[in-house]
């Protein structure tokens, strides 16, 4: 069974950094496609940066040049490193994976940009 463990989330000031990580456990599992999306209260759930399996890398407006997605393809991992976080980044992200055509998502994590 395939799970999608997401950490690295927390409070941070604004302008500070964090790094989130999605590692997916499972056997036979590799990662085609990945995305980060996020929520914050009272919102719907929203694209924050997307990897597809070939192709270019798609960014939210708000989050171009401040966030990079990245993975490690052997470690079946998925990160999402934050730059310059603004309060406006406030929410519980969220990682999704496509593998052999079937969707998985993370269960979540906490950030909160605050002073």
């Known amino acids: 069974q395939v799970q999608l463990v997401e950490s690295g989330g927390g409070l941070v000031q604004p302008g500070g950094s964090l790094r989130l990580s999605c590692a997916a456990s499972?056997?036979?599992?590799?990662?085609?496609?990945a995305g980060w999306y996020r929520q914050a209260p009272g919102k719907q759930r929203e694209l924050v940066a997307h990897?597809?399996?070939?192709?270019?890398?798609i960014y939210a407006d708000s989050v171009k040049g401040r966030f990079t997605i990245s993975r490690d393809n052997a470690k079946n991992t998925v990160y999402l490193q934050m730059n310059s976080l603004k309060p406006d980044d406030t929410a519980v992200y969220y990682c999704h994976v496509v593998s052999f055509g079937i969707s998985y998502w993370g269960q979540g994590t906490q950030v909160t940009v605050s002073s």
């Open positions: 499972g056997s036979a599992f590799s990662i085609n496609a």
């Open positions: 990897s597809p399996s070939g192709g270019r890398t």
